[in-house]
């Protein structure tokens, strides 16, 4: 449970991921939904549909953050 407390408090952590998330999520919003809310046809998919593809590279940097700490070898002398 050890990295449940890091994943939701670490700030480095929950930092980068938000960078990740921000950039990564606006880019896939543009290329999936951008011609439906440029064009005016937003509907109510896009209430679960937006915040979902923000999730994903936020959940994606977060969990590879973890597991790379957890598995990296101490360093050799």
Not at 32 to 53: E, F, H, M, R, Y
Request: include cysteine; charged fraction near 15%; aromatic fraction near 6%.
């Amino acid at each position: 449970m050890r990295w449940l407390r890091c994943v939701l408090m670490f700030g480095p952590l929950v930092a980068r991921s938000a960078v990740i998330c921000a950039v990564v999520g606006t880019i896939l919003v543009t290329i999936n939904q951008g011609d439906t809310i440029l064009g005016g046809n937003a509907s109510l998919d896009l209430a679960w549909k937006v915040p979902l593809t923000y999730a994903v590279p936020y959940t994606v940097a977060t969990v590879s953050a973890v597991l790379n700490s957890r598995t990296r070898e101490p360093a050799r002398r």
